[in-house]
């Protein structure tokens, strides 16, 4: 519909912890974005490196491009899930999509994320992901995540897809993107999983009765 054109997302640029290196390329890769209606929220937890300093010049360089900007920086280590519900809560886009600071983005991923979520009867969706394993290196070319075996996965029940992480994780985290609503009744991310924020959400979405689904 017209309307959806006009919707917000939001993509969280978690830095993490020390990211000083990548984290321009990960902008970069948001800013050259199709879709032009974007907010932008960085959120960095505790960098010891020039992190934050990097974030900032690029945003005072590109805020034009951006429905709205923050960048939140927190005075120590808070854990990656309680890093990513702090970017979350300050979100007024209908859709979210976070990002680490080492992962880019296609330029038409986020129409893609857009445009899944407005015509498809889901809440939440898993794109594919080219893996990548050390940025000394070239970029490996290597099968897309989540491997076609487990893509079946995707197209089952939620109850069927609790079941099966519950035994393990199937999904891919950098390739998710959500209606926020389905992440504000969960309670966004647990910060009692300090290292992962990932795996404990999937099983209260699906446990709440949101399947995923497979975007490819």
């Given at each position: 519909?017209?309307?959806?054109?006009?919707?917000?997302?939001?993509?969280?640029?978690?830095?993490?912890?020390?990211?000083?290196?990548?984290?321009?390329?990960?902008?970069?890769?948001?800013?050259?974005?199709?879709?032009?209606?974007?907010?932008?929220?960085?959120?960095?937890?505790?960098?010891?490196?020039?992190?934050?300093?990097?974030?900032?010049?690029?945003?005072?360089?590109?805020?034009?491009?951006?429905?709205?900007?923050?960048?939140?920086?927190?005075?120590?280590?808070?854990?990656?899930?309680?890093?990513?519900?702090?970017?979350?809560?300050?979100?007024?886009?209908?859709?979210?999509?976070?990002?680490a600071g080492d992962d880019f983005l296609e330029?038409?991923?986020?129409?893609?994320?857009?445009?899944?979520?407005?015509?498809e009867k889901c809440d939440w969706g898993q794109?594919?992901?080219?893996?990548?394993?050390?940025?000394?290196?070239?970029?490996?070319?290597?099968?897309?995540?989540?491997?076609?075996?487990?893509?079946?996965?995707?197209?089952?029940?939620?109850?069927?897809?609790?079941?099966?992480?519950?035994?393990?994780?199937?999904?891919?985290a950098p390739g998710v993107f959500f209606r926020?609503?389905?992440?504000?009744?969960?309670?966004?991310?647990?910060?009692?999983?300090?290292?992962?924020?990932?795996?404990?959400?999937?099983?209260?979405?699906?446990?709440?009765?949101?399947?995923?689904?497979?975007?490819?």
């Amino acid at each position: 519909t017209v309307k959806t054109m006009f919707d917000k997302i939001l993509l969280i640029v978690a830095s993490h912890y020390n990211q000083e290196n990548l984290i321009e390329h990960c902008l970069d890769s948001i800013m050259r974005q199709k879709y032009r209606n974007i907010e932008l929220i960085i959120t960095d937890d505790c960098s010891t490196d020039t992190t934050v300093e990097v974030a900032d010049s690029w945003l005072r360089k590109h805020q034009q491009r951006f429905h709205n900007i923050e960048i939140v920086v927190h005075d120590k280590n808070q854990g990656i899930s309680k890093n990513h519900s702090d970017g979350m809560i300050r979100t007024t886009g209908r859709f979210v999509k976070y990002i680490a600071g080492d992962d880019f983005l296609e330029s038409d991923a986020v129409d893609s994320f857009v445009a899944f979520l407005s015509n498809e009867k889901c809440d939440w969706g898993q794109a594919l992901v080219i893996p990548y394993y050390s940025v000394r290196k070239e970029i490996e070319s290597t099968e897309l995540l989540p491997v076609k075996k487990k893509q079946r996965y995707f197209s089952y029940d939620a109850r069927k897809q609790f079941r099966l992480l519950s035994r393990g994780n199937f999904v891919c985290a950098p390739g998710v993107f959500f209606r926020r609503r389905v992440l504000e009744e969960v309670g966004f991310f647990d910060p009692e999983f300090r290292m992962y924020e990932d795996w404990h959400t999937w099983l209260k979405l699906t446990l709440r009765g949101y399947p995923i689904r497979l975007l490819s």
